[in-house]
């Protein structure tokens, strides 16, 4: 192996834990997230329904950025909701378990920190409610929210070890790129190389 080659290996590598570290970034610090089209796209091309559909990873990219445009305010209330929930819950932990000793100041802290995250995750709901297509959702978040209600401190490791919110955002405009792409429609992407829509919507 010469060393062109090794050089292409090392900076292969490098690029690779570079993602990585920015994917775990992004999940610990859920605000700091950046749309991963391409990584969505390979995702979507292993659906059983779009993989024999003939279209390759840009093809499919394009599809989900145009759905990421479509419910880019959803995408950023979904971060609002996750990063608060990653806060509080924190900052829950704790001062259940060790800065406020004591039932009633447990009681406190929870109901606060609960308010907290309730004010934070309504814009979401709010949201899901206004389109009825994706009103089908709220029921399973609810319940999800309920049982990490009534178990503070493993509720407050559960909010903490996913981004519930974020996962929703994400299934919703795959769903909705899948939907287009088996219904032939021709992503807005597409359309802005011809010069027929605005470049924004290229990414």
Do not use: C, W
């Amino acid at each position: 192996m010469n060393l062109e080659s090794k050089l292409q290996g090392l900076q292969s590598v490098g690029m690779q834990l570079a993602t990585k570290a920015r994917k775990a970034v992004d999940y610990i610090l859920p605000f700091l997230d950046e749309y991963d089209a391409v990584g969505e796209a390979k995702s979507l091309l292993n659906d059983n329904d779009v993989r024999y559909m003939g279209l390759d990873v840009s093809e499919v990219k394009m599809y989900l950025t145009d759905s990421k445009v479509k419910y880019n305010v959803l995408f950023n209330l979904a971060k609002l909701a996750d990063t608060f929930d990653r806060i509080t819950s924190s900052v829950g932990i704790v001062a259940k378990t060790a800065a406020l000793p004591g039932i009633i100041s447990a009681i406190i802290a929870h109901v606060g920190e609960e308010s907290i995250e309730f004010a934070a995750k309504l814009p979401f709901f709010l949201y899901l409610a206004h389109h009825k297509e994706h009103r089908h959702r709220i029921p399973g978040l609810l319940f999800r929210e309920l049982g990490t209600s009534v178990i503070p401190v493993v509720g407050d490791a559960y909010d903490i070890i996913t981004n519930l919110y974020m996962r929703t955002a994400y299934d919703i405009i795959r769903d909705d790129a899948k939907q287009n792409i088996l219904s032939g429609s021709v992503p807005a992407p597409k359309l802005a190389v011809l010069g027929k829509v605005p470049s924004r919507y290229v990414g």
